[in-house]
């Protein structure tokens, strides 16, 4: 019994690799925080262009996205997916506006602050439910997943 338990942690890796679905390899924080950042600009840019303003599409690739990243992080890089919601949004949303073109082009310095701070402002309910969430399922995992301890057998 005890060789098959060896093996099984052998194959699985170190506690701090671990993902939150059993038996399987997490991905690096950095890996977990890009592909929240790629869904969420995949689903900003797809609703800029359809809506001219973010939509469901993006409220649901942003969702997914930061769910699936502290999720499938390793358990010692949960800090950044965790903490991540805000930061996306922040990222994600603006470059999406600037590069989409969807800011006026002769209001000014003025008229590019508002067409980009409307759709964080909008964004706000969605950040903080996915942000809830998150912190939820990370708190979650420091739970659940804590170091193992030695076994001392007398």
Aim: some cysteine.
């Amino acid at each position: 019994m005890t060789g098959t338990r060896s093996r099984n942690i052998a194959q699985r890796g170190s506690w701090g690799d671990q993902a939150l679905l059993p038996d399987r390899s997490g991905v690096p924080w950095w890996a977990a925080v890009l592909c929240a950042l790629g869904l969420a600009a995949a689903g900003a840019f797809v609703d800029i262009e359809r809506l001219n303003r973010l939509g469901i599409v993006f409220q649901v690739c942003y969702f997914l996205g930061c769910l699936l990243a502290v999720v499938v992080v390793q358990r010692k890089g949960l800090f950044g997916p965790m903490v991540q919601p805000p930061l996306i949004l922040a990222v994600a949303v603006p470059g999406v506006v600037l590069v989409a073109g969807a800011h006026p082009t002769g209001g000014g310095m003025v008229a590019t602050a508002l067409a980009v701070g409307t759709p964080l402002i909008d964004g706000f309910p969605t950040m903080a439910i996915t942000t809830g969430f998150t912190l939820a399922i990370g708190i979650f995992r420091l739970i659940v997943q804590r170091r193992p301890t030695p076994r001392h057998d007398l």
